[in-house]
């Protein structure tokens, strides 16, 4: 099974700042099968991020997705307010889906 | 628009089994592009991968809940369902459907959860 894990835990920033999530894999993650959800309070996850840098439908273009192999990196370039949330990496492979553990960004 | 609406107990008892049932509108979950899953969230943690399913019935399911865990679909009523038998307080969690769109890797739909406590 691969683990993925996620840092920081908590990312505490002010609107209009850039943040920048980790996702590291214990093994190599084929076919870039990395995937990146936002979940807010109360909400199911939102698809932002698949293949590793492609962005969903109608997600806005200041969500970036960078990496392979084990590291992956999720960028949100200038935070707006709605961005504050719990952010998940996810991997499929060999039948079977892995989370991270999330990262938390909120309002510094 | 597709939606996918979580349905089932609210409460079950220790030792008893979990079913849950999600019914999709919208769309057809006959269609051969998608596959189905359940996916559950603890109170206040992350989330876990349970187990998914194809239209054929063909299922995969998350190793360390395998031995409890068994998925149908019922293509009939466009619904598939959740069955995890031996719960204990710590199956106490939110559960969402969602669907699997292949050509992501993820999934890229989901219901809005449903919260099962495990409580005697």
């Known amino acids: 099974e691969i683990v993925l894990t996620q840092s920081p835990g908590t990312l505490s920033l002010s609107p209009g700042e850039r943040a920048t999530l980790s996702c590291r894999a214990s093994q190599s993650v084929s076919n870039n099968y990395l995937v990146w959800y936002q979940q807010k309070p109360g909400q199911a996850p939102r698809l932002l991020i698949f293949?590793?840098?492609r962005r969903a439908t109608g997600i806005p273009d200041r969500f970036s997705g960078s990496g392979s192999g084990t590291d992956f990196t999720l960028t949100i370039s200038r935070l707006e307010p709605e961005d504050f949330a719990v952010y998940y990496c996810?991997?499929?492979?060999?039948?079977?889906?892995?989370f991270g553990p999330g990262t938390k960004v909120d309002i510094k | 628009q597709m939606q996918l609406q979580e349905s089932g107990p609210g409460l079950v008892k220790p030792s008893e089994t979990l079913s849950l049932t999600c019914t999709v509108s919208g769309a057809s979950i006959s269609g051969n592009n998608y596959d189905w899953g359940w996916i559950r969230q603890p109170p206040g943690k992350g989330l876990e991968w349970i187990a998914n399913?194809?239209?054929?019935?063909?299922?995969y399911y998350n190793p360390s809940l395998k031995s409890r865990v068994t998925m149908s679909v019922d293509t009939s009523n466009n619904q598939f369902s959740l069955k995890l038998m031996s719960v204990t307080a710590a199956d106490t969690a939110v559960f969402y459907c969602a669907r699997r769109n292949p050509r992501v890797g993820g999934f890229d739909s989901w219901g809005q959860g449903t919260l099962v406590t495990v409580s005697s």
């Open positions: 293949g590793a840098s």
């Open positions: 399913i194809y239209n054929s019935g063909y299922t």
């Open positions: 996810q991997q499929y492979g060999t039948s079977a889906f892995t």
